[in-house]
């Protein structure tokens, strides 16, 4: 339970600084023109798996190294749908992409866009925000592997709701055309403009205005304001009791397991906090100065393991408890493990030696805002002795995402337009924007392929859905409900 001391590396591999090349806007449109003649936009639609795949063995291959006593209660959530199946594969599908067409125009990628990886967050100056929220996977990559993933996630959700096959191949195209028309939009923009653009909660009530949903813009407003108390504070009320006049978080195994629990007598009280109390210290040197400052204003009470998400259960994931200026100020942290981007056996090593920096690189390159805790750390010996590396952010800062058991068509199309455009801004930031507008184009070409394989790709996902369900039903994998 040791991190880094100060002489180690806690963040990039050593390497000279990439040279930087201005290309003039007519070799930018010449490059999304070329890219075109090595892969069409017709080809898209292609979807060729490889042979030999065996969806049920490679969820398996990913249990290796996580914690044993939770793979149970992750394959019980991915068995729940073929869509909550589909949101813990985006390591089944970066292998199917592979043998798919993809261009050459690279983005940061985020690796897992699909539509319950989008949502609303509070900036830094206290606006409720939309956008990506989940970097994981992060990895510079083809811009079109994003893209692929977020329609196929709202063909899948729309047959999750019952919609018509029609209305499911037009959420993927609508998905795809916001992203191709923001791409173009953006395009046009100064560096400046499209790196301060962002959806807030303002803009997508002027959204709703314009479609004229009344009805949804009332239930988005009751969302933003529930969103707007979800915080440190709610998070102490919910998650702690008091023991001896200090706020102790409460045991709920297996989803909930206080430190002490988790590591028995192996280690006491006292260090246990004297163990956190350095990994504390060491992931303050990744944040910049100001926010340094901050954090060391609050001290450390306790800590737990929780489990989080779907595709991250058995993955390490821990909440720590810090104090201010007394009881009533808590900040509440996640501290998750990052492993090894399921992008990279085929896309390349991240440049980054640390994965917890990958991702909180690739999530400030791509986030108009990000959490103002956001930073990076590497344990050198964990509890059982094993070097891993983390992120951390707050665990609650008016987070919300969309309920997709209660929203109604409508809705989910305006929602497949809005994570259009957010992928694209995201893109924009990271990539060359007028390169992409020009590979896309103004017509619905590519919109098109990419429906196609998103339709093809919803069928092979609810293959492998029912899959697992066989496997479970022979005894293959076993499952818990948590």
């Given at each position: 339970?040791?991190?880094?001391t100060?002489?180690?590396?806690?963040?990039?591999?050593?390497?000279?600084?990439?040279?930087?090349?201005?290309?003039?806007?007519?070799?930018?449109?010449?490059?999304?023109?070329?890219?075109?003649?090595?892969?069409?936009?017709?080809?898209?639609?292609?979807?060729?798996?490889?042979?030999?795949?065996?969806?049920?063995?490679?969820?398996?291959?990913?249990?290796?190294?996580?914690?044993?006593?939770?793979?149970?209660?992750?394959?019980?959530?991915?068995?729940?749908?073929?869509f909550?199946?589909?949101?813990?594969?985006?390591?089944?599908?970066?292998?199917?992409?592979?043998?798919?067409?993809?261009?050459?125009?690279?983005?940061?990628?985020?690796?897992?866009?699909?539509?319950?990886?989008?949502?609303?967050?509070?900036?830094?100056?206290?606006?409720?925000?939309?956008?990506?929220?989940?970097?994981?996977?992060?990895?510079?990559?083809?811009?079109?592997?994003?893209?692929?993933?977020?329609?196929?996630?709202?063909?899948i959700?729309?047959?999750?709701?019952?919609?018509?096959?029609?209305?499911?191949?037009?959420?993927?195209?609508?998905?795809?055309?916001?992203?191709?028309?923001?791409?173009?939009?953006?395009?046009?923009?100064?560096?400046?403009a499209?790196?301060?653009s962002?959806?807030?909660?303002?803009?997508?009530a002027?959204?709703?205005?314009?479609?004229?949903?009344?009805?949804?813009?009332?239930?988005?407003?009751?969302?933003?304001?529930?969103?707007?108390?979800?915080?440190?504070?709610?998070?102490l009320?919910?998650?702690?009791?008091?023991?001896?006049?200090?706020?102790?978080?409460?045991?709920?195994?297996?989803?909930?397991?206080?430190?002490?629990?988790?590591?028995?007598?192996?280690?006491s009280?006292?260090?246990?906090?004297?163990?956190?109390?350095?990994?504390?210290?060491?992931?303050?040197?990744?944040?910049?100065?100001?926010?340094?400052?901050?954090?060391?204003?609050?001290?450390?009470?306790?800590?737990?393991?929780?489990?989080?998400?779907?595709?991250?259960?058995?993955?390490?994931?821990?909440?720590?408890?810090?104090?201010?200026?007394?009881?009533?100020?808590?900040?509440?942290?996640?501290?998750?493990?990052?492993?090894?981007?399921?992008?990279?056996?085929?896309?390349?090593?991240?440049?980054?030696a640390?994965?917890?920096?990958?991702?909180?690189?690739?999530?400030?390159?791509?986030?108009?805002?990000?959490?103002?805790?956001?930073?990076?750390?590497?344990?050198?010996?964990?509890?059982?002795?094993?070097?891993?590396?983390?992120?951390v952010?707050?665990?609650?800062?008016?987070?919300?995402?969309?309920?997709?058991?209660?929203?109604?068509?409508?809705?989910?199309?305006?929602?497949?337009?809005?994570?259009?455009?957010?992928?694209?801004?995201?893109h924009?930031?990271?990539?060359?924007?007028v390169?992409?507008?020009?590979?896309?184009?103004?017509?619905?070409?590519?919109?098109?392929?990419?429906?196609?394989?998103?339709?093809?790709?919803a069928?092979?996902?609810?293959?492998?859905?029912?899959?697992?369900?066989?496997?479970?039903?022979?005894?293959?994998?076993?499952?818990?409900?948590?």
């Amino acid at each position: 339970m040791t991190s880094t001391t100060k002489g180690e590396s806690n963040g990039a591999a050593t390497q000279a600084p990439p040279k930087i090349t201005h290309l003039t806007m007519a070799d930018r449109v010449a490059a999304g023109k070329a890219a075109r003649a090595q892969t069409p936009r017709t080809a898209h639609s292609q979807l060729e798996p490889m042979t030999g795949r065996d969806p049920v063995a490679l969820i398996e291959q990913e249990g290796v190294g996580r914690l044993e006593e939770l793979l149970p209660i992750r394959n019980y959530r991915m068995l729940t749908s073929a869509f909550a199946f589909y949101r813990g594969t985006a390591s089944l599908m970066a292998r199917d992409l592979v043998s798919c067409p993809s261009t050459s125009l690279r983005v940061q990628l985020c690796g897992d866009a699909h539509l319950s990886n989008f949502g609303g967050f509070a900036s830094p100056d206290r606006t409720l925000v939309f956008d990506l929220n989940d970097f994981d996977e992060t990895l510079p990559g083809p811009f079109d592997w994003d893209v692929k993933r977020l329609a196929a996630s709202f063909e899948i959700a729309g047959r999750y709701r019952g919609l018509p096959s029609p209305e499911c191949r037009a959420l993927a195209l609508g998905t795809v055309a916001a992203y191709r028309q923001a791409m173009r939009d953006f395009a046009g923009m100064a560096n400046l403009a499209v790196w301060y653009s962002r959806l807030d909660a303002v803009g997508i009530a002027a959204r709703l205005q314009e479609f004229g949903n009344k009805k949804a813009a009332k239930t988005f407003q009751r969302q933003a304001d529930k969103a707007r108390s979800k915080d440190s504070t709610k998070a102490l009320t919910r998650l702690t009791q008091l023991v001896d006049g200090e706020p102790r978080i409460i045991s709920q195994p297996p989803l909930v397991v206080p430190i002490e629990e988790v590591v028995g007598a192996a280690f006491s009280r006292e260090q246990i906090e004297t163990a956190v109390r350095e990994i504390i210290r060491t992931y303050r040197r990744s944040l910049q100065n100001d926010r340094r400052h901050l954090l060391e204003q609050y001290r450390f009470v306790d800590m737990a393991r929780k489990v989080v998400g779907v595709g991250s259960v058995g993955s390490r994931c821990w909440i720590a408890l810090l104090l201010g200026r007394d009881e009533t100020d808590p900040l509440v942290l996640q501290i998750k493990e990052a492993g090894e981007s399921v992008l990279e056996p085929y896309l390349g090593k991240s440049r980054f030696a640390n994965h917890g920096q990958r991702v909180v690189e690739g999530q400030r390159l791509m986030q108009a805002s990000s959490d103002i805790f956001l930073g990076w750390i590497r344990n050198r010996e964990g509890i059982d002795g094993v070097a891993r590396d983390f992120y951390v952010r707050q665990l609650w800062d008016w987070k919300t995402s969309v309920d997709l058991d209660t929203i109604q068509p409508p809705g989910l199309a305006l929602y497949a337009t809005v994570c259009g455009w957010t992928l694209a801004r995201a893109h924009a930031r990271s990539g060359d924007s007028v390169a992409i507008a020009s590979y896309l184009g103004k017509s619905d070409v590519f919109d098109r392929a990419v429906g196609e394989f998103a339709n093809a790709y919803a069928d092979l996902a609810e293959s492998d859905f029912h899959e697992l369900e066989q496997a479970a039903s022979d005894g293959r994998i076993t499952t818990r409900e948590g």
